[in-house]
C-alpha cells in the first residue's frame, strides 16, 4: 500500500505562514488532496488535485505538489485555523497521511 | 445544500453485527459515487468501502473485505453499511461521505463499539 508521511505538529505565530508537507513516493505523479478537521467535527476538503479550492474555502489555503512532497499552505494564519490537517492520495486504494496538528502561537 | 446524515452506530459485542445508514439529500444521489470511512479514537481517517454512482462497482479495504457490505437505495436516498463479525478494532466513528477520488462532503459521523 502507498505510504504517506506528514510531521505530527506544526506550530506557527498568529498572522504567519504554516506550510504543512505531505510525503510520499513520486507523490507529483499522483493528484492529493487535503482535508482539515476540527475536534468533534467531520473532516471537510480543503484543497483537492494538489491546488484546488472547492467553493467556500479561502483563499489563504493553498496547495502544492513536486517530486515526492506535496504541501499545504495557509496564509495568515487565524485562531480558528487550529486543527488537524490530512493529506489523501488514491492509488489503487485510498490512502490518508497520519495528519498535523496546528497550533496558533 | 448537500447534506448527509449517518445513524446506525451502537455497542455490539464482538463477532456481532450492525447496519449504517446515510441519508443523503440537496443534490441528486443517483450520480455520485460513495463512501464510508471510518476513524479509531485517537486516530486519522481510513476508507472503508467505496460504491459507484449506479452500484455496479463496490470495492473494500483489505481489513474489512468478507466482513462488511456497501450497498445504496436510490428510492430512499440511502447508502447502507452492512457490518458483520465484527472485532474491537473495528471500534470508530464511521462516516459516509462523497465523491471519487476526494471525499468532497462528509457526514457527522456515527460511533460504532465492539465490546463485550
Known amino acids: 500500500s502507498y505510504e504517506l508521511t506528514q510531521p505530527l505538529s506544526v506550530s506557527v505565530a498568529l498572522g504567519q505562514t504554516a506550510t504543512i508537507a505531505c510525503g510520499g513516493n513520486n507523490i507529483a505523479s499522483k493528484n492529493v488532496h487535503w482535508y482539515q478537521q476540527k475536534p468533534g467535527q467531520a473532516p471537510i476538503l480543503l484543497i483537492y488535485?494538489?491546488?484546488i479550492r472547492p467553493s467556500g474555502i479561502p483563499e489563504r489555503f493553498s496547495g502544492s505538489n513536486s517530486g515526492d512532497t506535496a504541501t499545504l499552505t495557509i496564509g495568515r494564519v487565524q485562531v480558528g485555523d487550529e486543527a488537524d490537517y490530512y493529506c489523501?492520495?488514491?492509488?489503487?486504494?485510498?490512502?490518508f497521511g497520519p495528519g498535523t496538528k496546528v497550533t496558533v502561537l | 445544500q448537500v447534506q448527509l446524515v449517518d445513524s446506525g452506530g451502537g455497542v455490539v459485542q464482538p463477532g456481532g453485527s450492525l447496519r449504517l445508514s446515510c441519508v443523503a439529500s440537496g443534490f441528486d444521489f443517483k450520480d455520485y459515487a460513495m463512501h464510508w470511512v471510518r476513524q479509531s479514537p485517537g486516530g486519522g481517517p481510513e476508507w472503508v468501502a467505496f460504491?459507484?454512482?449506479?452500484?455496479?462497482?463496490?470495492n473494500y479495504a483489505a481489513s474489512v473485505k468478507g466482513r462488511f457490505t456497501i450497498s445504496r437505495d436510490y428510492s430512499r436516498n440511502s447508502l447502507y453499511l452492512q457490518m458483520d463479525s465484527l472485532r474491537p478494532d473495528d471500534t470508530a466513528v464511521y462516516y459516509c461521505?462523497?465523491?471519487?477520488?476526494?471525499?468532497?462532503?462528509w457526514g457527522q459521523g456515527t460511533l460504532v463499539t465492539v465490546s463485550s
Open positions: 488535485r494538489d491546488n
Open positions: 489523501q492520495v488514491w492509488d489503487h486504494t485510498y490512502a
Open positions: 461521505a462523497r465523491g471519487e477520488m476526494a471525499f468532497d462532503f
Open positions: 460504491i459507484s454512482y449506479d452500484g455496479k462497482d463496490k
